[in-house]
Each structure stands twice: as C-alpha cells, then as structure tokens.
C-alpha cells in the first residue's frame, strides 16, 4: 500500500488556516504616560496576544500587528504575524499624536499582500488614543476608508481618559465610520482593559466560527455597556 511518503507518491497539498488579522494603532505620545495610561495599554495588549496565541481553529489564523504613533511619526512596532509566534514588546509614550502618518502606515500594511493575502478575513482595525491629531489625518483617513482592506475592515476604536473627549472623541467616530459600532468612552483606565478583553473574545469568536467573515460575533451591546 503506498503513503505519501513514498518516492512517487501524489504530493497533498497543505490546507492552511485563513488568516485572520488584528492591527492595533495605538498612540504612544507624551499624554499617554499620564495615570498609567501606557501601562495598561502595554498589559492589555500583551494579554490579548496570548489569549490569541492559544486559539486552536480549522477556520482560521489570528495575526497580530501594531502601528505606534508619537513623536512625529508612525512606526510598525509589530509586524502582522500569528499571534502564536508573537513576543509583545513594551511601549514608550512621549512626543505628538501624528495619527494620520498612522493611518497611512495602517493602508500600506494591509495592502501588503505578503503580510494580508487575498485569502485573509477581513481584518479588524483598533485604534487607541487619547488626545486631538497634531498633523493632516483626515486625507489619511479617506485613503484608508476608501482602500479595498481598510473598507472592510471592522474599525474599532476606544478614547482613554477624560482628555479624549470633544473633538478627540469625534476623530475615533470618524475612523470607526460605523453608527453601530460605538466608540467606547474610558474615563476610568481599568475600562481600556476592559475593551482589550471583548476585542478579545469578539474576535476569538470569530476565528471559531464557520464563517469569520460574519461580524454577528461582535456584540456592539457591551461596548455601549463599557462606555463611560
């Protein structure tokens, strides 16, 4: 009887996990290390990745990547990668909030095929910020929402501390571009925690499921629950 480990037996493809891809931008200037702000996003993101980096699915891959932004610029602090070969490496806060050098970045990552093939899910975009853009972010934020990926994406986002609110708070609507999908207000930082961990679950759901491309997993109920 021949096995395909003989010489001259018919070679079988590999089916691989679909990807499925998590990009964080997360805003590391300077008002981040106020109130243990970058602390907590440093804890809730190396949380995340390991929760993730345990998920056993037929249906697809979670991929991790993160875009920082401060000083005056943006940088892929980690490239899209399995959660599972991840190693999260602490972030530093100082400088401005150029987010729309983030956004950019954000558009160039998912539109690398290598780093998001044809066959990936549709990825999830979360952004974290805390304060109003300090460079030119809404012609960013057109090329990124009218992109194939950043379209349909599901974009998330979440304002930490009191200070991300007014006009802050009106840039991360317009980014999340989605009236049911709620921007989740944090003036008590223990809630950015908090919304790590239902970005978390939500997208650990998805990765089970039989079709992660239906965003019915993402209950948007509890993230009106985890506004402030």
């Not at 980096?53 to 399995?82: C, K, M, N, W």
């Not at 989605?178 to 921007?183: G, L």
């Amino acid at each position: 009887m021949t096995d395909g480990n003989q010489p001259g037996a018919p070679e079988v493809e590999v089916q691989h996990a679909r990807p499925l891809p998590v990009l964080v931008l997360a805003d590391v200037s300077g008002s981040m290390d106020q109130d243990k702000k970058i602390d907590t996003l440093n804890n809730s993101m190396a949380s995340m990745i390991r929760a993730f980096a345990s998920e056993d699915s037929l249906y697809g891959e979670i991929t991790v990547g993160v875009i920082t932004f401060g000083g005056t610029e943006a940088r892929l602090h980690q490239p899209l990668a399995p959660a599972s070969q991840a190693r999260w490496t602490p972030i530093a806060a100082g400088g401005r909030t150029p987010l729309g050098a983030a956004l950019d970045l954000a558009r160039t990552v998912l539109e690398d095929e290598e780093a998001v093939p044809k066959r990936a899910f549709h990825p999830t975009v979360v952004l974290v910020s805390d304060g109003i853009p300090t460079d030119d972010w809404e012609p960013a934020l057109e090329r990124l929402l009218t992109s194939h990926r950043g379209a349909k994406a599901v974009r998330l986002a979440v304002a930490v501390g009191p200070e991300a609110s007014g006009p802050a708070y009106q840039v991360l609507e317009k980014f999340v571009a989605n009236p049911a999908i709620p921007v989740v207000r944090t003036d008590e930082i223990d809630r950015v925690r908090q919304f790590f961990q239902w970005v978390t679950v939500s997208v650990s759901t998805r990765v089970r499921s039989g079709s992660p491309d239906d965003l019915s997993a993402f209950d948007t109920d509890e993230l009106y629950d985890l506004t402030d």
